[in-house]
């Protein structure tokens, strides 16, 4: 396998944007185009499975309409070289950086990452992540994703929001969305992981018949995590925008998904919740 990543560039890309990661609200994130190699990352599109091609995990209600796959050994090598290149020593040395976080650890089971699609009404909506890796014991940290649709237009949809919120009574609320990310290709988006870091694309595509928004996933992890970011473990917590109408079955469901599974998929073979 040829390398994915030029360490280098790597290391000059966290130098040039480490200020503005660890400065920005509300959370610390950032994106960076022509983030990787073109031709890399094109072949990566080339090999994407299609929906109806492959053994994609399905999640298909009213939080949520995506597909998934985590199992790396069963991905075209285009992808799975990719994927292997972001648990790597260069690229781990890249985040702690960019991010000033020391420790971090790659997931080897890629747990409810890998790749990630989204077909036409589609939608993600605006949640915090689980906050602990069961089979590893650790902490999760931060969120990577790189995009890989070409030709994308904005009015396609599809922006990663980010969004401030606080937690009010034992409950999750959101404020307003801070950040928006078209999710073009070639695009990394970097951000920390924690009670308060807010994150979807809560609007259903709206792309062309046949098209989907598709993308890289990879978290990692640390040991420990600071004293005020700790709290016992639990599942992907959905939350309701200011503006989302008031719905009883979707707050049933969204109680009932906030308590969901915290297995991991590395028995079962499905991306865990």
């Known amino acids: 396998m040829s390398a994915v990543f030029d360490e280098n560039r790597l290391l000059e890309l966290a130098g040039k944007h480490k200020e503005a990661y660890q400065s920005a609200a509300p959370f610390p994130h950032i994106y960076i185009d022509d983030f990787m190699d073109p031709e890399i990352l094109s072949k990566a599109v080339d090999a994407f499975p299609k929906p109806e091609d492959f053994d994609f995990y399905k999640y298909d209600n009213p939080l949520e309409k995506k597909l998934a796959f985590d199992q790396v050994s069963k991905l075209p090598a285009p992808i799975a070289d990719i ?38 009404g589609g939608k993600l909506d605006v949640h915090i992540d689980f906050n602990q890796h069961q089979k590893l014991k650790l902490q999760r940290r931060l969120n990577v994703l790189i995009y890989l649709n070409k030709d994308w237009k904005p009015e396609y949809g599809g922006n990663f929001e980010i969004w401030k919120g606080h937690k ?106």
């Open 168 to 273: 009010k009574d034992g409950q999750h609320v959101l404020e307003s969305c801070a950040t928006k990310i078209l999710p073009y290709f070639n695009r990394l988006a970097l951000f920390n992981t924690s009670e308060k870091s807010y994150h979807g694309h809560p609007d259903a595509l709206t792309c062309p018949d046949g098209w989907t928004r598709k993308s890289i996933a990879t978290y990692f992890y640390t040991v420990d995590r600071p004293a005020d970011e700790l709290t016992e473990a639990h599942s992907t917590t959905f939350i309701k925008r200011p503006e989302d109408p008031v719905d009883a079955a979707v707050e049933k469901m969204r109680s009932k998904r906030n308590e969901g599974r915290l297995s991991s998929n590395i028995r079962s073979g499905v991306v865990a919740d």
């Open 83 to 120: 994927l292997i290149a972001l648990n790597s020593a260069a690229f781990l040395r890249f985040l702690e950086e960019i991010t000033g976080i020391d420790g971090l650890i790659p997931d080897p089971y890629y747990r409810g990452g890998g790749i990630h699609q989204i077909p036409k």
